[in-house]
């Protein structure tokens, strides 16, 4: 394994190049790959993403990448992050244009963002707070909160609320961060949150292999 150089994966649900940039301007190893084999030889494992749950789900698996990435993140330990998207994908089920299946690494379900007045759009668009609940790891250095910025119409609702590490009111309160052992996943979009955003990516990049408990 390179301990050196971070894995973007492309599986057809955009959002890379800007993630790749980001991690260029911390002077960090990064790479896209359309490969699933490649993910043996990285040190950090970066799933992004933009777009609807039933397609992103469908994509990963048409292109093999299921079973190498449980095998590296699930088994071996290897530090993930999901994006947007990518947080998503995580849970058992979403229910965007439809009810589809999920990685299910972190039970739970991912629902519509709702709103209790009528003034708050959604998509939810533009810059919001991330409160803390976790000041360790993902968010080191960070103080209470700080502002990111998010693109998304749908929300992930963990079974254990335990994991969550970051909230955000759009409306109504919802979670905007969670983190269970080597996986940390954001509804935000770090690599588009300026100096922020690069410090949870250089955080993540800290992070080592550690028991996914």
Same mark, same amino acid.
């Given at each position: 394994?390179?301990?050196? #150089?971070?894995? !973007?994966?492309?599986?057809?649900?955009?959002?890379?190049?800007?993630?790749?940039?980001?991690?260029?301007?911390?002077?960090?190893?990064? &790479?896209?790959?359309? #490969? %699933?084999?490649?993910?043996?030889?990285?040190? @950090?494992?970066?799933? %992004?993403?933009?777009?609807? &749950?039933?397609?992103? !789900? #469908?994509?990963?698996?048409?292109?093999?990448?299921?079973?190498?990435?449980?095998?590296?993140?699930?088994?071996?330990?290897? *530090?993930?992050?999901?994006?947007?998207?990518?947080?998503?994908?995580?849970?058992?089920?979403?229910?965007?244009?439809? &009810?589809?299946?999920?990685?299910?690494?972190?039970?739970?379900?991912?629902?519509?963002?709702?709103?209790?007045?009528?003034? !708050?759009?959604? *998509?939810?668009?533009?810059?919001?707070?991330? @409160?803390?609940?976790?000041?360790?790891?993902?968010?080191?250095?960070?103080?209470?909160?700080?502002?990111?910025? &998010?693109? @998304?119409?749908?929300?992930?609702? *963990?079974?254990?609320?335990?994991?969550?590490?970051?909230?955000?009111?759009?409306?109504?309160?919802?979670?905007?961060?969670?983190?269970?052992?080597?996986?940390?996943?954001?509804?935000?979009? %770090?690599?588009?949150?300026?100096?922020?955003?690069?410090?949870?990516?250089?955080?993540?990049?800290?992070? #080592?292999?550690?028991?996914?408990?």
């Amino acid at each position: 394994m390179n301990q050196n #150089k971070v894995a !973007i994966i492309d599986y057809g649900m955009g959002n890379l190049r800007s993630v790749a940039n980001a991690f260029a301007s911390l002077k960090y190893p990064a &790479f896209i790959t359309k #490969k %699933p084999e490649d993910l043996y030889q990285a040190s @950090h494992i970066v799933l %992004p993403g933009v777009g609807a &749950f039933g397609d992103g !789900i #469908k994509n990963l698996q048409a292109a093999g990448w299921v079973n190498i990435l449980e095998k590296e993140v699930i088994e071996n330990g290897k *530090p993930f992050l999901g994006i947007c998207l990518g947080m998503q994908l995580l849970a058992t089920a979403g229910t965007e244009h439809g &009810f589809h299946k999920g990685l299910n690494w972190i039970p739970g379900t991912v629902k519509r963002l709702e709103t209790n007045e009528s003034y !708050i759009r959604v *998509p939810h668009i533009g810059w919001n707070d991330v @409160h803390f609940l976790n000041k360790d790891d993902l968010y080191i250095g960070l103080g209470d909160s700080q502002v990111f910025y &998010f693109v @998304h119409s749908y929300v992930f609702y *963990p079974e254990d609320t335990s994991i969550v590490c970051g909230v955000t009111s759009h409306g109504l309160e919802f979670i905007s961060s969670i983190q269970k052992g080597n996986i940390y996943a954001t509804q935000f979009h %770090p690599e588009k949150s300026q100096k922020s955003g690069l410090k949870v990516l250089k955080n993540f990049i800290d992070s #080592k292999i550690k028991d996914n408990a």
